[in-house]
């Protein structure tokens, strides 16, 4: 594991900018079509106040672009602001930055997970990458010699318009294929974020699927969600371009996770780190985690902290484990440099969900929604608490520590809310009782954060006080 701390070299590392070679071009990311399209969007929903969110490495194109919006808007009183940083990740609408200009819409600009926003109109402008059309139909050609498959065709939101264009001579070949579709807005998903025009055709896994892009999480998921055994990436960023079968749920790091699953089951304290506060349903995948938590008489406590890092976590040296709830393109917890495991949500589900235990990793899913009503692998908690307490007494060994494990369920009362922290009544001293909580295991502690102490220090002048980094200051008086 890294060192908790920053050196000033690290410092340095970090603020080191995008190099050229990392910046995208303004014809990558705008142009006339896009400025129009943004402009129609602006007036439909008769917005005032509009933020525009751009990745790191096209900011240095917002001048431009908010030029070319104001001198075409016939709204005088339209005004546009820049994002130029963002709360969690580039690739996450941010409403928190948005509402400290009192914006009524946003404009997202690059990649983006396309994770649902309840609150506030989004529009969403895309990279407008390109891939060897020709190239790739002769792989498709050579893998799948027949054309009667019914192959469906999904891909990373910047090649949207080289598959729009690519999709006639897809169909030509394959005319039983099924190029997936952005949803819009108003529409229900028939995957994940994808609008599939299908009829009747064989099963999930007993049709091909071609996916155009990275292998990164939107591939993952797009993968895993649906259940197919052949998956076929044509991997754009890879000199070499070539059709590979492939196997997410087989993937090497996914092994890894069990780890931190039994690290999950041994814990006796877990904290749910919030790394969104505008993907919808995130409040209820929170309370869904503290009540299986509760169920094993496991504490939680909730954390925000903005952008995740090691060094933030490691404050927390109580905690056994975390949980992410965030984006599902957020693979922050497959680092190795955490000081205490960090589980994405369903991971967390196996670790805390009896009826998990005989089919770990059998499915997986970076989209906590698809743990709630409604989705794909949801489970009721109450059965889960009541399957809970019928398993009490089962046999169950830690392949961590080796040690057999006991889960101790609480029983509670029907009033209580589920998600209150445990508050059971402990005997004390002298036949006296005490009411406890999860905050009470900082209470023993001799340093328990700063403290302002008003009124209790005398006035003194205003100093100039240090600067510069912790392991050399500057004007230090004790030099």
Not at 168 to 194: F, K
Not at 401 to 426: I, P, Q, S
Request: hydrophobic share 40%; net charge negative.
């Amino acid at each position: 594991m890294s060192s908790a701390f920053s050196s000033g070299d690290s410092i340095v590392q970090n603020q080191v900018p995008a190099t050229a070679a990392d910046r995208l071009g303004l014809a990558d990311i705008w142009n006339a079509e896009q400025r129009d399209r943004c402009l129609r969007w602006i007036q439909k929903h008769s917005l005032k106040r509009v933020a525009l969110q751009l990745p790191d490495s096209a900011l240095h194109h917002s001048v431009q672009i908010v030029s070319e919006l104001r001198d075409v808007a016939s709204d005088s009183e339209l005004a546009l602001f820049v994002l130029a940083d963002t709360s969690y990740g580039s690739c996450c609408v941010d409403e928190i930055a948005a509402a400290h200009a009192n914006a009524d819409g946003i404009v997202h600009f690059g990649h983006a997970c396309l994770s649902k926003v309840a609150r506030i109109p989004v529009l969403y402008v895309f990279l407008q990458l390109t891939f060897d059309e020709e190239h790739l139909l002769a792989a498709l050609s050579q893998e799948l010699p027949d054309c009667t498959v019914a192959l469906r065709c999904f891909y990373e939101v910047a090649y949207a318009n080289a598959v729009a264009r690519l999709k006639g001579a897809l169909l030509a070949r394959y005319p039983s294929a099924t190029v997936a579709t952005i949803a819009e807005p108003d529409q229900q998903a028939d995957v994940l974020c994808w609008k599939l025009d299908e009829g009747a055709h064989p099963p999930n896994g007993e049709r091909p699927v071609l996916y155009i892009g990275r292998d990164n999480l939107s591939f993952f998921n797009t993968a895993v969600a649906l259940e197919t055994s052949q998956c076929y990436l044509y991997d754009t960023s890879r000199p070499d371009r070539q059709l590979v079968r492939t196997d997410a749920v087989g993937a090497k790091w996914l092994r890894r996770r069990y780890y931190a699953i039994e690290r999950c089951m041994d814990a006796r304290s877990i904290g749910i780190v919030v790394a969104t506060l505008s993907t919808k349903g995130y409040l209820e995948i929170v309370s869904r985690v503290q009540r299986l938590a509760k169920a094993r008489g496991v504490r939680t406590y909730l954390i925000s902290i903005g952008k995740v890092n090691p060094e933030k976590l490691a404050n927390f040296i109580d905690i056994d484990c975390f949980v992410l709830v965030g984006c599902p393109e957020n693979d922050v917890f497959t680092s190795r440099e955490f000081f205490r495991p960090l589980l994405s949500v369903f991971e967390a589900e196996m670790g805390l969900n009896v009826t998990w235990r005989e089919k770990l990793l059998a499915s997986y899913t970076f989209n906590f929604a698809d743990l709630l009503p409604d989705g794909r692998l949801h489970s009721d908690v109450e059965e889960v608490a009541a399957l809970a307490r019928e398993t009490n007494d089962t046999a169950d060994v830690s392949l961590v520590t080796g040690r057999a494990r006991h889960v101790a369920v609480r029983e509670e009362e029907e009033t209580t809310d589920a998600n209150d922290t445990c508050r059971d009544v402990a005997p004390k001293g002298r036949n006296e009782l005490a009411q406890i909580s999860s905050a009470d295991q900082f209470s023993n502690r001799s340093w328990q954060g700063l403290e302002q102490k008003l009124g209790q220090d005398a006035p003194a002048l205003v100093q100039e006080g240090r600067s510069g980094i912790p392991i050399r200051y500057r004007n230090d008086p004790t030099d």
